[in-house]
Every structure is written in structure tokens, then in C-alpha cells.
């Protein structure tokens, strides 16, 4: 099986519920914010993003809010189905051009 | 519409040997990555390029090499592998704005990359 993203920490959501995956960013200086989610044996796969000039965006069944102050991105995924099990990466990015991956969260449905 | 491709998909190399990862992308992406994945330290930037003439280091660039010769290839070159390079490797490309910034990465599917 995969062994990527063993020790990840994990987020359990029953069906049908909304899922919140928090990701705490470490440049004050990154000015876009990307989520990206990763199924297993696969490269991850864009899902939304939001720049700095921004504190919310909406997507399908999909929101992210940025919160400067803290330094503190979230995503929202409304009435979570058994196809959103997977991975879920933050990543920044700023004005080096760097695009900087947190360490992941794991989204767990239960049935 | 390929998007990115990497080869080989699966690679076994013994400590001290050498080799090359191939990335290539049709989209005419100028900005092109890659990242190594290993359990439990998310995706790590190991070189990166805002195009044809320009690398750039990320944040775990040692053991590692890249050119950018042309816009759609950005080969990964292990100088001499050794067993803490046994990783998962990823290649990515986005738009990149000439002011500064970028877009979404689109990501290859990786290499399975293992060191013995």
C-alpha cells in the first residue's frame, strides 16, 4: 500500500458533514495560498486557491478563508462524501517564487 | 493532453550510482518544480525554475541537480544516490506572471525512487 503519509495527523468526518482542515503558514511574506488534495499512488491535485488581497473564496462544495493576522489558512468542504477521502496539503507561496508545501492532513470518512 | 509526464515510474538504484529523472510538460509552463515526498514531511522543494536558463534551489537541494534548456523539460540528475534519497519524487508546472507570482501547480505522478 502507500506509504506516504503514514504519520500524518488525521481528521474524521462522518458523511454528510462538513469538513474544516486547518493549516498554519510560516511566511509573512507569501502572498498566495493553495490547497491541494492527494489520493493515494497519485500527485497531488489543485482544489482552490486565494491570494493575499483576499480573506475568502468560494468553490464547489469548497471554501478557503485566510486570516493574515495569524497566519492561518483553512479549507471548508460542505457535505463531505466518501470520494473526498484522501491527503489535504496547504502550500504558500510568495515573492521568491518558492511554492512551500505543509505537512498534510489525512480526511477520513466515516460512513 | 498529456499535462506532466515523468519517467521511469519506478526506479532502483544501488548507493553511489547515478541517474536522471525526466519531467516534461506540454502546456508551456514557464515555472517548473520538483519536490521530494516521504512519510510524514509532506512535499520538500528541491530545485525549481521560472523558466528556460533559470534554476533555482528550494529548500532540500543537496545531492541534486537541474538544468532548464529548453520550456517543456526540467530533468532531476541524483550525482551519486544515497539511501536517504529513497523518496517519492514529483515534478510540477504552472504559469508564471513575468511581474512575479504564480498559478496552480499541475503535478506528474511521481517516481518511485528507492536507494539501497
Known amino acids: 500500500g502507500e506509504s506516504v503519509g503514514l504519520h500524518l495527523p488525521t481528521l474524521s468526518v462522518q458523511e454528510g458533514d462538513n469538513s474544516i482542515i486547518n493549516c498554519a503558514y510560516s511566511n509573512s511574506a507569501s502572498d498566495y495560498f493553495i490547497w491541494y488534495k492527494q489520493e493515494s499512488g497519485k500527485g497531488p491535485q489543485f482544489i482552490i486557491d486565494?491570494?493575499?488581497?483576499?480573506d475568502k473564496r468560494q468553490g464547489q462544495r469548497v471554501t478557503v478563508l485566510l486570516n493574515k493576522t495569524v497566519k492561518h489558512l483553512s479549507l471548508q468542504i460542505a457535505a463531505t462524501q466518501p470520494g473526498d477521502s484522501a491527503v489535504y496539503f496547504c502550500a504558500e507561496s510568495g515573492p521568491d517564487d518558492k511554492i512551500i508545501f505543509g505537512k498534510g492532513t489525512r480526511l477520513h470518512i466515516l460512513p | 493532453n498529456a499535462g506532466v509526464t515523468q519517467t521511469p515510474k519506478f526506479q532502483v538504484l544501488k548507493t553511489g550510482q547515478s541517474m536522471t529523472l525526466q519531467c516534461a510538460q506540454d502546456m508551456n509552463h514557464e515555472y517548473m518544480s520538483w519536490y521530494r515526498q516521504d512519510p510524514g514531511m509532506g512535499l520538500r522543494l528541491i530545485h525549481y525554475s521560472v523558466g528556460a536558463g533559470i534554476t533555482d534551489q528550494g529548500e532540500v537541494p543537496n545531492g541534486y541537480n537541474v538544468s532548464r534548456s529548453t520550456t517543456e523539460d526540467f530533468p532531476l540528475r541524483l550525482l551519486s544516490a544515497a539511501p536517504s534519497q529513497t523518496s517519492v519524487y514529483f515534478c510540477?508546472?504552472?504559469?508564471?506572471?513575468?511581474?512575479?507570482?504564480?498559478?496552480?501547480?499541475?503535478f506528474g505522478n511521481g517516481t518511485r525512487l528507492t536507494v539501497t
Open positions: 510540477a508546472s504552472s504559469s508564471h506572471f513575468p511581474q512575479g507570482g504564480n498559478s496552480p501547480l499541475h
Open positions: 486565494i491570494r493575499s488581497n483576499m
